[in-house]
């Protein structure tokens, strides 16, 4: 999957983005205060994605 699609989906889930770290980018949900880190990839394996989603407490991307 996109990265780009990837944070779309994570912005239209209420995250929003902590801090750009060197490697990956840090997301926070407010609702359930949660955080993740987005890798800084082209390509994320769907794996990493549904992963991400789950630690954030937001529906899995399809």
Same mark, same amino acid.
């Given at each position: ?5 990837? +944070?779309?989906?994570? +912005? ?9 770290? &060197?490697?990956?980018? $840090? ?16 390509? $994320?394996?769907?794996? +990493?994605?549904?992963? $991400? ?5 937001? &529906?899995? $991307?399809?």
């Amino acid at each position: 999957m996109k990265r780009k699609d990837l +944070i779309h989906h994570l +912005i239209k889930e209420g995250c929003v983005l902590l801090r750009e770290g &060197a490697k990956h980018s $840090i997301f926070f949900n407010f609702p359930t205060k949660n955080t993740s880190s987005v890798p800084r990839h082209r390509e $994320i394996n769907g794996f +990493i994605a549904r992963k $991400i989603c789950r630690d954030l407490g937001v &529906a899995e $991307i399809k």
